[in-house]
């Protein structure tokens, strides 16, 4: 799950950085606030990854748990 989360992070976070910060890392002029979104841009696509992934598995041990009807 982590590993998945990690890739899809990777490409998101990439993407994303490159549309919102692309002036700042093109002038080279990265600052500690600009490092920060930098690092919240990649942790967002994380955290939601991760949450999807466990709310299914919540989901599914619900639907199919003892006393569940399908």
Do not use: H, W
């Not at 890739?7 to 994303?16: C, E, K, M, S």
């Not at 890392?25 to 979104?37: R, T």
């Amino acid at each position: 799950m982590l590993r998945k989360a990690s890739g899809l992070t990777a490409v998101v976070g990439t993407i994303l950085t490159v549309i919102n910060q692309r002036d700042l890392l093109l002038a080279g002029q990265i600052a500690k606030v600009s490092v920060l979104k930098i690092l919240l841009t990649y942790a967002v696509p994380f955290c939601v990854s991760v949450y999807s992934v466990l709310a299914m598995a919540r989901e599914r041990r619900e639907t199919s748990g003892p006393g569940a009807t399908r």
